[in-house]
């Protein structure tokens, strides 16, 4: 009798930490995307929310954890765009001015992985000032990819999507990054 009162305990009691990390991480989540959201035009609420949660959820659930999955989603939001640049490049029928645009693209998205790295490092050691400088260089790429294609008339970008994602993904990262180093601990 006694061995399966406490194995049933022992899965109730599971089964609440279970529950409750589960929500506290959708609570952190939806109260930092409504904090973010607030003080940064460029992060759209349901955007964040969705991105993050998308993400495997970490057990122990912290803004610090939040941060690290940005990041994630910054490098393979990156290496997924740099190769879908790549695909594009082989297309026989490309205008040259497009073709010219998807080669600098290509520049700056193969230098933004390298950023990335440098970035993630910089996070892990919580060298944020560092990471700072390199996210917003993430953010710089994604624009200036994104331009070149605005300044001809008549010329569609096909990556501004891909670019609005890098973009806010970043954005995100920053705020987080904003909010642990008003933090002492
Ligand atoms: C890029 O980011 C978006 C928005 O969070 C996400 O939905 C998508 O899955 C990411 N793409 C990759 C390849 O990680
Ligand atoms: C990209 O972002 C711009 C500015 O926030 C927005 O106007 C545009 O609709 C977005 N495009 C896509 C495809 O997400």
């Not at 529950?19 to 952190?28: C, V």
Request: proline content about 3%; some cysteine; charged content about 20%.
């Amino acid at each position: 009798m006694r061995p399966s009162i406490s194995s049933a305990l022992l899965i109730t009691l599971f089964l609440l930490c279970f529950i409750h990390g589960s929500t506290s991480q959708e609570n952190l989540i939806r109260e930092s995307c409504r904090t973010f959201a607030k003080d940064d035009p460029n992060i759209n609420f349901n955007f964040c929310t969705t991105s993050l949660q998308a993400a495997p959820a970490s057990h122990c659930a912290a803004l610090r954890g939040l941060g690290t999955i940005s990041f994630r989603l910054i490098r393979y939001n990156v290496t997924d765009t740099r190769c879908m640049i790549r695909q594009l490049l082989k297309g026989k029928k490309l205008d040259p001015y497009v073709r010219q645009c998807l080669n600098d693209c290509f520049e700056l998205y193969s230098d933004a992985i390298d950023t990335m790295k440098q970035a993630m490092k910089a996070y892990n050691t919580k060298r944020f000032a560092d990471a700072n400088i390199e996210i917003s260089s993430i953010m710089d790429a994604a624009t200036t990819c994104e331009d070149g294609f605005n300044e001809r008339k008549g010329v569609v970008s096909p990556l501004t999507k891909r670019n609005n994602n890098t973009f806010e993904l970043s954005a995100i990262a920053l705020n987080v990054m904003r909010i642990l180093q008003t933090r002492s601990d």
